[in-house]
């Protein structure tokens, strides 16, 4: 159990286009998903925190207007890159949280978002 | 968040008993720790998750002294397969389940 997919596995995309990244929970509800992102030798960075049925917290720094999350249902939230430029290109992992006594995070294989 | 301070780098050779240690000077009461495996390019995989004493799946064993300010990630027989990045995780899963990562241990694991 505790599976969760990413779809696309992986994109490649012109500059100013718009990315959508769908993170699913496949045998489980999660009402909390985190997106992540991480570049080459580096570890995961927290993006942001999408709650289901309400707005994304996103971390300092990460700008909420070109990272779009929505979190529509409790077994998918998107992630939508909007006007991506090749810095935004990246590896990106989404996690969700199953809720128990230890509310344990289950991650997906990874999108990796390549910007020309 | 409780930060965690792991070792950069280890090497191993198969069939060892590899430890990797982490450091949470400032875990939280309800903080619970749990260790995670990536691969290149790949998600990170759960591995093991502990509050205190020990904990033994099939993959591997959790050791957490009394103090809780440290843990032992224990893999029993490594194989070259094993290679990977290792990370330590405290949470404060009362506050939103929020995980930062740090930079993680690389186990390289050799023939």
């Known amino acids: 159990g505790a599976v969760v997919s990413q779809h696309p596995s992986w994109v490649i995309c012109k500059s100013g286009t718009s990315v959508k990244i769908e993170c699913r929970s496949l045998d489980f509800q999660a009402t909390t998903m985190f997106w992540y992102r991480q570049f080459p030798k580096q570890s995961l960075m927290l993006m942001a925190t999408s709650n289901e049925g309400s707005k994304a917290t996103y971390e300092q720094g990460v700008e909420k207007d070109k990272f779009l999350i929505n979190h529509a249902s409790l077994t998918l939230s998107t992630l939508t890159v909007t006007s991506a430029h090749p810095e935004d290109s990246s590896f990106y992992i989404c996690?969700?949280?199953?809720?128990?006594?230890?509310?344990?995070?289950?991650f997906g294989p990874g999108t990796r978002l390549t910007v020309l | 968040l409780a930060k965690t301070t792991q070792p950069i780098s280890m090497d191993s050779y198969e069939g060892q008993e590899v430890n990797i240690t982490c450091s949470h000077n400032n875990i939280a009461t309800n903080d619970y720790i749990t260790w995670y495996q990536q691969f290149p390019s790949q998600g990170p995989r759960f591995i093991i998750q502990?509050?205190?004493t020990k904990v033994t799946n099939e993959v591997a064993s959790l050791f957490i002294p009394a103090d809780r300010k440290s843990s032992t990630l224990s893999l029993p027989r490594v194989s070259l397969s094993d290679t990977a990045v290792y990370y330590c995780l405290v949470g404060i899963y009362n506050q939103g389940g929020k995980l930062i990562f740090g930079q993680g241990t690389e186990l390289s694991v050799k023939p």
């Open positions: 502990g509050y205190k």
């Open positions: 996690s969700a949280k199953r809720t128990g006594i230890t509310d344990t995070q289950y």
